[in-house]
């Protein structure tokens, strides 16, 4: 059974860091690349970063470049979204994504002072 399983979300102040986590289960995890996207309330489902199976590299919304960096352990089947310098633009729900198949549930970033 597939499972992603994001953690790591809550209420953040502006300027402030949090790291997400998603740990997979039920497929081969290294084989794939996976994604962070992120869907703001009344906004469409927009790709965050990405990180490739084979090599490790990684890509980045311009809104994000500079303050976010993506990375995986292969050894523990998780990928990681470390969020810095914060804006409450980043408010919304953050979910990871494995190639083109798999969805995880979610996890809620609230940017608020």
């Known amino acids: 059974q597939v499972q992603l399983v994001e953690s790591g979300g809550g209420l953040v102040q502006p300027g402030g860091s949090l790291r997400l986590s998603c740990a997979a289960s039920?497929?081969?995890?290294?084989?794939?690349?996976m994604h962070w996207y992120r869907q703001a309330p009344g906004k469409e489902r927009e790709a965050v970063a990405s990180i490739v199976w084979r090599g490790g590299s990684t890509n980045y919304a311009d809104s994000v470049k500079g303050r976010f960096t993506i990375s995986r352990d292969n050894a523990k089947q998780t990928v990681y979204l470390q969020m810095n310098s914060l804006k409450p633009d980043d408010t919304a729900v953050y979910y990871c994504k494995a190639g083109n198949m798999y969805w995880g549930q979610g996890t809620q970033v609230t940017v608020s002072s």
């Open positions: 039920g497929f081969s995890f290294s084989l794939y690349d």
